[in-house]
């Protein structure tokens, strides 16, 4: 079956430390996007990449880098410098940008 | 500034009725929109898309209506079923980015 995998589904981190947060997708799919939600905000863009070694920044991404070494794979690092880090953070992909987005299950990141 | 708003936080309906959920957009050059749903703990689902050169577009028991004059689209769901309690976003489509409203929690009652 074709999907986004997110790992892992909860992690706890302490306050300082960078974490990493992995998504990959067996879809073939060109694009791939990192989106937060908290609490009434709905999603909000953090990065996307529409194409490997290519990204671009969303709404939210101080605090937050990515990488795109792989068409597969989008992981997320949210760094120490990111002042509110824990929330749920979704992963998705989609054959063009303007196409419907395919979500993985999300990670809830908890700062101890 | 919110270009995709969902200005009803929660919306409960009786099981077997219509539910309408709405959505008001500001930016005129949004080319394509999107619903999902949205269950606890999990990723959001593609539900049903309506393109702008398009006023109505069904699938199932899910219709989407658009209104560019008003900048408006809803989703109605009928009959609404108990599986449909979840919460649903609505989205919109310009060059290479979906911007997404801040969603609606439908409640099906029994």
């Known amino acids: 079956d074709g999907g986004i995998t997110q790992s892992p589904k909860y992690l706890f981190r302490k306050e300082g430390q960078n974490v990493t947060l992995s998504c990959e997708q067996n879809?073939?799919?060109?694009?791939m996007y990192w989106y937060r939600q908290d609490p009434g905000q709905g999603l909000r863009l953090i990065y996307y990449?529409?194409?490997?070694?290519?990204?671009q920044k969303g709404d939210i991404a101080e605090g937050y880098s990515v990488s795109r070494e792989k068409k597969e794979s989008f992981p997320l690092t949210v760094t120490s410098a990111q002042k509110n880090p824990t929330a749920f953070y979704l992963c998705?992909?989609?054959?063009?940008?303007?196409?419907?987005?395919?979500f993985g299950d999300g990670t809830r990141l908890s700062i101890l | 500034d919110q270009q995709v708003k969902q200005n009803s936080p929660s919306l409960s309906v009786q099981e077997g009725r219509i539910s309408i959920l709405n959505c008001d957009y500001t930016?005129?050059?949004?080319?394509?929109f999107l619903w999902y749903k949205k269950y606890p703990a999990e990723g959001p689902t593609f539900l049903i898309s309506?393109?702008?050169?398009?006023d109505k577009n069904e699938d199932g028991r899910f219709t989407v209506f658009l209104n560019k004059s008003a900048k408006h689209l809803s989703l109605h769901i009928v009959p609404s079923q108990p599986g449909d309690s979840a919460v649903y976003f609505c989205a919109a489509s310009q060059y290479d980015k979906i911007i997404f409203g801040k969603g609606t929690r439908l409640h099906i009652l029994p």
């Open positions: 879809l073939n799919h060109d694009a």
């Open positions: 998705a992909s989609s054959r063009r940008p303007d196409q419907p987005q395919h």
């Open positions: 930016n005129s050059m949004f080319d394509y």
């Open positions: 309506i393109s702008s050169i398009k």
């Open positions: 990449s529409q194409i490997v070694n290519d990204f």
